[in-house]
Nanobody, 125 residues
Framework: QVQLEESGGESVQAGGSLRLSCTASGFTYSSYCIHWFRHAPGKETEGVAAVDRDGRTHYFDSVKDRFTISKDNAKNISYLQMNDLKPEDTAMYYC???????????????????WGKGTLVTISS
């Protein structure tokens, strides 16, 4: 039973911060590249950030210098620290795992092996 579960989403004002968490069961994070995606109504699902098996982090331009992705392999937890939030960050956020090697930090959501149900982030201006 492989499961990913996101948590931490809520409504905050622009300029605020949130920390999202992703817990896993049934596999270990050390075996996967971990990605965060987001989907807003009427828009395409887009990548946010990824961390590979060696701990290297990668960010899409829309969140670079504002968001930080990390993972704790021992605890099977990934975090997405989001700072200086903007209204355009409003979306359902998903964490996902990609088993393929080498890790493609900019792989699409369709390429993921596992993903969670998402956690909603709403930013008001």
């Amino acid at each position: 039973q492989v499961q990913l579960e996101e948590s931490g989403g809520e409504s905050v004002q622009a300029g605020g911060s949130l920390r999202l968490s992703c817990t896993a069961s049934g596999f270990t994070y050390s075996s996967y590249c971990i990605h965060w995606f987001r989907h807003a109504p009427g828009k395409e699902t887009e990548g946010v950030a990824a961390v590979d098996r060696d701990g290297r982090t990668h960010y899409f331009d829309s969140v670079k210098d504002r968001f930080t992705i990390s993972k704790d392999n021992a605890k099977n937890i990934s975090y997405l620290q989001m700072n200086d939030l903007k209204p355009e960050d409003t979306a359902m956020y998903y964490c996902a795992a990609d088993l393929r090697l080498p890790c493609d930090p900019f792989a699409s959501f369709d390429a993921m092996d596992y993903w969670g149900k998402g956690t909603l982030v709403t930013i008001s201006s």
